[in-house]
């Protein structure tokens, strides 16, 4: 017969009882005979008693319970009379028992003498007088609730003692104590707080980090508010959240997160204790991610000595110690330090937790890598599919451990010459991480969404690294590369075409005024050393505001953003004209698995091209070409870019280019009317155009076609109109900007440098001032004439805007109600001194473990407060709380253009930016096209106002007038610039130009995004 309900629920209370008797039973003891010179038998008495409370209080007689508990307190007393740390204890389990007998002045009489003697003992300020103040308080609550109040949080209770057999079960009975808690307690209760921190710690291991973040921080924010900030509760929160930023990429987080966790812990607890060593393993082991063994290593010594002084050398925190140490020696290839502390983490893993547990998993992974990397493969396969088999069956085959241990796996059967197991494997792992960062994304800002897809891109390098050593079927390849490359742009943009949803509308403004905020508080530098922490964490405030209103639009534009993305390989050859080709490049990190036991694997960043068809035959739509390595590429860009190709080591530099980029590609590329190119990297910086063409003298602009779109990903959006808002009013014109526009004090007097901090950097335009433009009052005239020479007119359509009108709140009034918008004024893009925090480090050292191929996170600058366009007002000194002249990319990302057809930033440097793996750069114009605008037309370099004039009203001309495509309104131009030096000579051209004009002049200027 099957016990009832209510007969398990009794079970579950005596197993629950019985181990906290013999605990106390056992401690009882020996602290009584410790602390008295009474006979042994009173100390056994006092034992007994505390058993036989325990066993009543199991099978529910509960004043019998308070009784004999009441007698062993008092036997306790009279051997111990002094009330200490230890009697303590005895005194909370006697109220504890007089609470379920419903004992209420005994409850509380227990209660009150606990926190009046913490007090006094610890201090008001103490966390564990705050404890003990919570517990009085819960006492006297209890008395209030009804008696199934009381059961439930009885029940709530015992639902945290039992333990799970699965996650999933671990989960559901998570839920249930929270939704007991919350609903009896409110939600701004610690207990309440505990019991969401466990909802969230089963939701981490379940790898489902989206619902796991939010939760986290609620539990946070209570424990924050009820404990304040110098509690164990609220460390352990902070390092909880850190692992969680930790596994999505966000180091830089992490690190501020542990380093708080870590010095509370210490101040509360002391630098002795576990939880105190737990907070340093977990800042070494961040730091053995990124590369950085220096500040690992003494860590990881630190915490073996506390560890080995707190707990014997078989517990499972020596073995965690073990096994991260035994990581860092495996990163730096130090494998006779790394073996026995891998192999002894796993032993003791093994007799403590079983064979079906995912640390012991981890032991495996880490000695997997570990033969791995010394050449016995054999071994590393046995050890990795056990890892595999044992993940999938506790933690699911879509958790990101899992998808690890694949890619390890594979990683395996590509230096064994298993190329099909291994490319089969690869794209699961693959499939499944890239499932991972489009759940976490929901509660990612921008920042986040890329530092997680930088973290996980070795995955894809990997992947590319065996396509490019074996015969890959190519269109799995692309397939690939094209699910991953530009997937946090097209998130962004998606949530910002979203943002006419009227449930978004506000919180979409508040992340524009936010954004404005931290562009000018950027810039307003503190004058004195004495001011700078208060700037810093008020910066640092409206950043993480930033953060958090991007994340929760980001869940809000979940549903939108599902229904608008996944785009296929069948999807983009549908939407690619039959007469166009895509070239797609990419820059990776190749992987040569070693050749020899004994060797490491080797890594070079390279070079990789996709041509793309709209063909008949599937077997024909993609063609690989692997163009070798990335070093001499970017170098020979560097080269080119100092002359524009026109000195004789930039001519050499064209010529290289154009034999290492172009060449191999002419066989797929025949027949193309039109060519669309996808750049990465160092590209983004080189207008392709401007390449030697087949004769000397020549360009490629004359023999090609040549657009480029952001990302393979949004053709399909381009060609169909998606998300495209429609309106009426067609050209807006800014230009002629009055830079100095302000204060009569502001105009008259130039900006002066303030002293720069110890340690600090400029803002990228301190010390930059913006010269007034001539030339481009006529151009913004000659538009216009052109426009309404062409079309009707009305008083707001053109409309200009110039002079001091030319600021920051105009161009976000009337930007976007208008399809077609030239801006003429300078651009800026920070220099090599202004990092980026979402960047790559170049040179820096790579580990050798396979398990860990990353690029390394670099902590800097926000990348949208690099670049920018400067408007009226951009030379005065900033001041708080308002526009300072200066429209960074950060402020354009989160306006709303998805109605504007055409940018023209007829102006400099706005083409560039930051580079991120897999993104593009980080700049102007992909802050116009996150923003929804769905072709930009801007600029490599610095160019001259006067032919920037003669090529746009050129570009109109052929625009409107001609009616060409885009491509070939702006080609068309530069081709009349190219072939006609004369045009230009009230620039600054030399007068011995007689033939054709230099790049400098026409080949600045690219078009991205649709290019019909």
Known sequence: MFPTVASRRLTAQRIVWLVVSCAILVASQPLVAAQTTAPADQAQQVGRLIYEANLLRGTGKLSEAAEAGGRALAAFREAVPTTNDNSIILIAWLAEIQEHAEQWPKAEALRDEIWQWTKQRHGAEHWRTADARVALEYTHKLQSFTPAERVDLQRARLLTFLTRETLTEAIAKA?????????????????????????????YYFGDYARAEPLYTQSRDVYHAALGDRHPNFAQSQYNLGLLYERMGDYARAEGLYRSACEIRKQVLGETHLQYARSLLCLATLYVSIGDFARAEPLYVQILEIRKTAL???????????????????????????????????????????????????SLHGLGALSYSTGDFAKAERLLTQTCDILKKVLGEHHPDYASSLHSLAAVYTATGNRAQAESLYRQALRISRRSLESASVVQSERQQLAMGQSLRYQLDNYVSLAVSSAADVSNVFSEVLAWKGATLV???????????????????????????????????PETEAQPIGWREKLGDLAAEKERLEAELSARSADFRKATSDVTLEDLVSALPKDAALVDFLEFMRTTPPQK???????????????????????????????????????????????FGMDPSGIEAGRRLRA???????????????????????????????????????????????????????????????????????????????YDAGDATDSTNPKKKRPRLPGENRAPTDDRRFDPLANTAGEIA??????????????????????????????????????????????????????????????????????????????????????????????????RNSDDGILTAQEIGVLDLSAVDTVVLSACDTGLGETAGGEG????????????????????????????????????????????????????AQLYLLNHPEVIRGADAPEDVKVRTSPRYWAAFSLSGDWR
């Open 175 to 203: 839920q249930q104590v929270c939704d007991i808690r919350k609903r009896i307690l409110g939600d701004q209760h610690p207990y309440y707080a505990t019991s969401v921190n466990d909802l969230a710690l089963q939701w």
């Open 312 to 362: 014997d050398d078989w517990s499972l925190d020596y073995a965690t110690s073990l096994h991260f140490l035994g990581l860092l020696y495996l990163r730096k290839g130090d494998y006779a330090q790394a073996e026995p502390l891998l192999a002894g983490a796993c032993d003791i893993r093994k007799q403590a937790l079983g064979e079906a547990d995912p640390d012991y998993a981890s």
């Open 491 to 525: 998130r962004q943009r998606g949530m910002r075409l979203a943002a006419e949803d009227p449930a978004v509308a506000e919180l979409f403004g508040k992340l524009q005024r936010t954004a404005g905020q931290l562009a000018s508080l950027s810039r307003v530098r």
């Open 597 to 643: 036991p004994g060797l490491s694997p080797t890594y070079e960043r390279q070079w990789i091209a996709f041509v793309v068809r709209h063909t008949e035959r599937p077997t024909d739509r993609v063609r690989m070409f692997a163009l070798g390595p990335a070093a001499p590429v970017n170098t020979a860009i560097r080269v080119w870019r100092t002359a």
């Open 660 to 738: 290492t980029l172009w060449d191999p590609l002419l066989p797929a590329l025949a027949g193309a009317k039109a060519i669309l190119v996808s750049t990465d990297g160092a590209l983004g910086r080189l207008p392709l155009g401007a390449l030697p063409g087949r004769e000397p003298g020549t360009f490629l602009l004359e023999e090609h076609r040549l657009a480029t779109i952001p990302v393979p990903q949004l053709l399909p959006t381009l060609v169909n109109d998606a998300g495209k808002r429609q309106i009426t009013r067609e050209l807006l014109l800014i230009g002629d900007v009055d």
């Open 782 to 879: 000659a538009i216009k004439d052109i426009y309404a020479r062409l079309f009707e007119t009305t008083p707001d359509d053109p409309r200009s805007i110039v002079r001091g009108e030319a600021n920051e709140s105009s161009f976000r009034e009337w930007a976007p109600g208008y399809r077609h918008l030239h801006i003429a004024t300078h651009g800026f893009f920070a220099g090599a001194e202004h990092s980026s925090a979402v960047g790559i480090r170049s040179g820096g050292q790579r580990g050798r473990d396979f398990l860990a191929l990353r690029e390394e996170p670099i902590v800097g600058e926000n990348p949208g407060l690099l670049s920018g366009l400067a408007l009226a007002g951009a030379n005065r000194n900033p001041s």
């Open 921 to 972: 750069l980080l700049g102007v114009q992909r802050a116009f096209q996150v923003a929804g605008a769905r072709t930009t037309v801007a600029t490599y370099w610095k160019v001259d106002d006067l032919m920037t004039r003669l090529l746009m009203e050129r570009f109109y001309c052929n625009l409107w007038e001609k009616e060409l495509s885009r491509l070939d309104a702006l080609r068309e």
